[in-house]
T-cell receptor
Framework: DADVTQTPRNRITKTGKRIMLECSQTKGHDRMYWYRQDPGLGLRLIYYSFDVKDINKGEISDGYSVSRQAQAKFSLSLESAIPNQTALYFC?????????????FGSGTRLTVV | DQQVKQNSPSLSVQEGRISILNCDYTNSMFDYFLWYKKYPAEGPTFLISISSIKDKNEDGRFTVFLNKSAKHLSLHIVPSQPGDSAVYFCAASAISRGGSNYKLTFGKGTLLTVNP
């Protein structure tokens, strides 16, 4: 089983629909992150959480919300999906403090908004 | 304001030759740098890192060089293999004021293609 699991792997949804992307981890890490990847734009931080009660906006949080249901679970919601939210979404985890390897990423969710 | 820049969107090299991927940064508070590799349909995976107290770190075929005065780092892959074909992301972190959050800031990535 993967250390960081994202569901679904692929999703097509219609404009205006609410959609939730889920992330769960078995690493025991306190810190979790949501990124989106767009061609030519790299990885951009949407939201991050340093523990269950500490949730912070990243650089592109508009149109998104998150929920940290437990240490191991961090969900990303699009309240009303729009086509420019079509992207590859990654969840990542890390330990508090610095490690040589930084983050552990999930395999990603490819979201298409039509 | 892009703090970590990878100015080459793509790079193509022949198998067996050296691949050099470059990364520049603007934030002088960055003190730790990492490279991640990403294959299609997979998440990024850690490749190699370097602390600002060093100017070189080597791991097998992969070497990262850091030039702090120029705010520049590079990843060398020698010899390059077709399996190295992937997107490579440069990332940087710093101790933030008031805490030690160590969030990573990523570059846009460079697509490396190694031709047989």
């Amino acid at each position: 089983d993967a250390d960081v699991t994202q569901t679904p792997r692929n999703r097509i949804t219609k404009t205006g629909k609410r959609i939730m992307l889920e992330c769960s981890q078995t690493k025991g890490h306190d810190r979790m992150y949501w990124y989106r990847q767009d061609p030519g734009l790299g990885l951009r931080l949407i939201y991050y959480s340093f523990d269950v009660k500490d949730i912070n906006k990243g650089e592109i949080s508009d149109g998104y919300s998150v929920s940290r249901q437990a240490q191991a679970k961090f969900s990303l919601s699009l309240e009303s999906a729009i086509p420019n939210q079509t992207a590859l979404y990654f969840c990542a985890t890390s330990q508090p403090g610095r490690t040589s390897y930084g983050y552990t990423f999930g395999s990603g969710t490819r979201l298409t908004v039509v | 304001d892009q703090q970590v820049k990878q100015n080459s969107p793509s790079l193509s090299v022949q198998e067996g030759r050296i691949s050099i991927l470059n990364c520049d940064y603007t934030n002088s508070m960055f003190d730790y740098f990492l490279w991640y590799k990403k294959y299609p349909a997979e998440g990024p995976t850690f490749l190699i890192s370097i602390s600002s107290i060093k100017d070189k770190n080597e791991d097998g075929r992969f070497t990262v060089f850091l030039n702090k005065s120029a705010k520049h780092l590079s990843l060398h892959i020698v010899p390059s293999q077709p399996g190295d074909s992937a997107v490579y992301f440069c990332a940087a972190s710093a101790i933030s004021r008031g805490g030690s959050n160590y969030k990573l800031t990523f570059g846009k990535g460079t697509l490396l293609t190694v031709n047989p």
